[in-house]
């Protein structure tokens, strides 16, 4: 075997014969060793090789480039061939030499730009346009290695928006059809990171990549599977995407990959497929038919060390308000164990999202705080990740809806955490949220309710008898007729659900004390009216709860005297609830929340905003359709001023993309939406204020 003192010897003289042989040494040479040989060979030949490029013998050149696409791969020679000025003279050869010295020169520009310094020189010199020729005319193994450095390449975000700019969307797309078994592989890499951007998502599909994407799920290679899954997972951010996805057979070929898959290609197909059901209520239905949300948290909780993909897909996955619970069940512990382990700065964010998103639940709250979701949130409040500190501030208000809770977040001591968190966090938002949260706590301290847990009344204390209450409401309200039953069960009532869509019960009005309509835009005055003169019969009171703009009128308003509520602020829910409760008890019909007064909203009103107080500026515009979609991304008031912001500076491409993801995409609804900006910037908008 010939030394590199040999070779490069060869190299150097006169006979082409020798040299080319020598040549073909040390390319053999270059791509069997290790990484610290490549560096050694380089260190000794690369002004040699910088000659050679230059040659004016084809041969030589396609040999030479052959040789520097293997040195290419070590990360210090990435470094060494930039600064000896081999980009410029690689980028020339993908115009004008061969096939084979082409997907060389495009094969080493694919390991160069793995070094970030080395993207932005290398689309500086101009080789982007020529690496998308290469892909629409070049040959399979040139088109392979374009694809390769064009997925290198758009890591950058500026080049992610160049590279689609130039058009190589399209041909793209042809090599996932077309191309070799590698060659489709590395068509999915590149068009999953040309797809972060949210306009690039729209013409990705506009281009065809859905169909042949899900058909690389089905008949490609482990690794093409894994990128297939990946790009769908970031093309199905799209609400249009989701439902073309589930259309062309995407959530079958994805459940099948979750199935049967690599562990690699199993967490993207779940991370896909909890994309897919943001927002689309069909895409969850049909997820569920297929019973994988089970498989899908297993899949994405199976090691208490989680990587970055399985954070976002879970915080993803815990979006969809119809998951929490079977998250909650199945992979509560990892998530938990993973986060108090986890020491980098986005996934430790990432995790915490997911824990607040599960705070939302209506049904397992009491799970979260058995296994100490409290404290964990406390301690995030006066740890260093600051990134996080909104999240766990978010995640304490919606425990403290629960007023049981509520009592425990205090007795936990977490009001010192939240004013601090208030008064030095660098995260803007986390300071906002924390105030809302301290807002909230307030209210409860200032509640006629006794503040611990366990000491929370109910009817059978003092002797009384347990009072058995009736609710008339909409099903389209029952998220909100959830939280205001257990409310009422906590503050010592029994209560039967009526609602509208299901036939009366026997005992609706018999056995009950009385009955509480709960008034929207969904329950109308006259929804109500037959189990409302059933028990005006029987001489049993009725109170009315207002639950959003919508006001009762008419005979039910006569029937009603000064029996109404209104909690359209949810902020009140639990102050209102309670004097409903010592209404029932004691016939008390003096007892009423103090009247809202109408005024102006301003920045410092609407940053404090919840999620319900947004649904009712919502509804003001007649944007109500949109209210499940906001809810299920958490746009509370911080979220809603960010958009404004966008409004306000007119960056329209960013505010675009946002109100495509909730849906809000035609044009009527996004004029709608610009006027209901508008009012609140200029002071038009009017909210109640107790």
Excluded at 653 to 679: A, C, H, P, W, Y
Aim: charged share 20%; glycine share 6%; aromatic share 4%.
């Amino acid at each position: 075997m010939n030394t590199l003192s040999q070779i490069t010897a060869d190299i150097l003289s006169g006979a082409y014969p020798v040299r080319f042989k020598a040549l073909q040494s040390l390319v053999e040479l270059s791509s069997r060793n290790h990484d610290g040989d490549r560096e050694r060979i380089l260190a000794q030949v690369h002004g040699l090789l910088f000659k050679l490029i230059k040659s004016p013998e084809p041969p030589i050149v396609e040999k030479t480039v052959e040789c520097i696409r293997f040195l290419a791969r070590n990360n210090s020679n990435k470094v060494t061939l930039e600064k000896a000025g081999f980009i410029e003279p690689l980028k020339d050869l993908l115009q004008s030499a061969s096939e084979k010295t082409k997907a060389s020169a495009a094969g080493a520009l694919w390991s160069l730009a793995v070094n970030s310094e080395n993207k932005v020189k290398i689309a500086a010199s101009g080789a982007i346009p020529s690496l998308i020729q290469i892909l629409k005319t070049g040959s399979s193994e040139a088109k392979t290695t374009a694809a390769g450095a064009l997925w290198n390449l758009s890591v950058n975000n500026q080049l992610e928006i160049e590279i689609v700019k130039l058009g190589a969307l399209e041909p793209l797309v042809e090599l996932l059809q077309t191309g070799t078994n590698e060659g489709k592989n590395r068509a999915a890499q590149a068009l999953s990171n040309l797809c972060y951007n949210a306009q690039h998502k729209v013409l990705a599909a506009r281009a065809g990549a859905i169909p042949p994407l899900i058909e690389l799920l089905k008949t490609g290679s482990h690794d093409a599977r894994t990128n297939a899954c990946s790009a769908l997972w970031n093309i199905g951010v799209n609400l249009q995407n989701k439902t073309l996805i589930s259309q062309c057979g995407g959530i079958e070929a994805l459940v099948t990959v979750l199935r049967e898959g690599t562990v690699d290609s199993q967490v993207n197909a779940a991370a896909a497929l909890a994309t897919l059901t943001i927002n689309h209520d069909e895409n969850q239905d049909k997820i569920c038919s297929l019973f994988v949300l089970e498989d899908m948290v297993r899949v994405l909780t199976r090691k208490p060390e989680f990587n970055a993909d399985m954070c976002t897909a879970l915080n993803n996955f815990t979006k969809n308000s119809r998951n929490v619970d079977v998250v909650i069940k199945i992979g509560l512990e990892n998530i938990l164990l993973a986060f108090q382990k986890e020491k980098n700065k986005t996934n430790h964010e990432r995790i915490c999202g997911c824990l607040r998103n599960l705070s939302l639940t209506e049904s397992e709250k009491d799970t979260l705080v058995q296994h100490g979701l409290i404290q964990i949130f406390i301690d995030t409040l006066n740890g260093d990740m600051e990134s996080s500190k909104d999240e766990a501030a978010a995640g304490l208000h919606n425990l403290a809806l629960d007023p049981r809770i509520a009592l425990q977040i205090l007795e936990k001591g977490a009001k010192p955490a939240l004013e601090n968190t208030q008064a030095s966090s660098s995260n803007k938002q986390a300071q906002i949220r924390a105030s809302s949260v301290l807002r909230l706590l307030r209210q409860v301290e200032a509640s006629p309710v006794q503040h611990h847990p366990s000491s929370i009344p109910t009817a059978k204390e003092g002797g009384s008898k347990e009072k058995l209450v009736t609710i008339s409401y909409s099903p389209q309200d029952q998220k909100l007729i959830n939280r205001i039953t257990r409310i009422l069960t906590d503050l010592g009532l029994t209560v039967s659900l009526e609602s509208t869509n299901q036939p009366r019960s026997q005992d609706a009005c018999s056995e009950a004390c009385a009955l509480i309509l709960c008034f929207s835009h969904n329950y109308p005055s006259q929804a109500g009216r037959a189990i409302a003169q059933d028990f005006h019969q029987m001489k049993k009171p009725l109170i009315g709860l207002i639950l959003d703009a919508y006001r009762p009128s008419g005979w039910i308003l006569a029937l009603l005297g000064s029996h109404l509520f209104d909690l359209s602020s949810r902020s009140n829910l639990f102050l209102g609830l309670n004097e409903v409760v010592r209404f029932v008890r004691h016939q008390e019909i003096h007892i009423r929340l103090p009247e809202p007064c109408q005024r102006p909203v301003s920045r410092e009103d609407w940053v404090h905003w919840n999620g319900d107080q947004v649904g009712d500026w919502l509804r003001t515009y007649d944007l109500k359709n949109f209210l499940g979609r906001f809810i299920d991304e958490g746009i509370d008031g911080v979220a809603l001023d960010q958009m404004i912001e966008l409004w306000k500076t007119k960056d329209e491409i960013s505010l675009e993309g946002i109100l495509n993801e909730l849906g809000v995409s035609g044009l009527g609804d996004r004029m709608k939406f610009s006027t209901g900006v508008q009012d609140l910037v200029c002071g038009n908008y009017c909210a109640p204020f107790f």
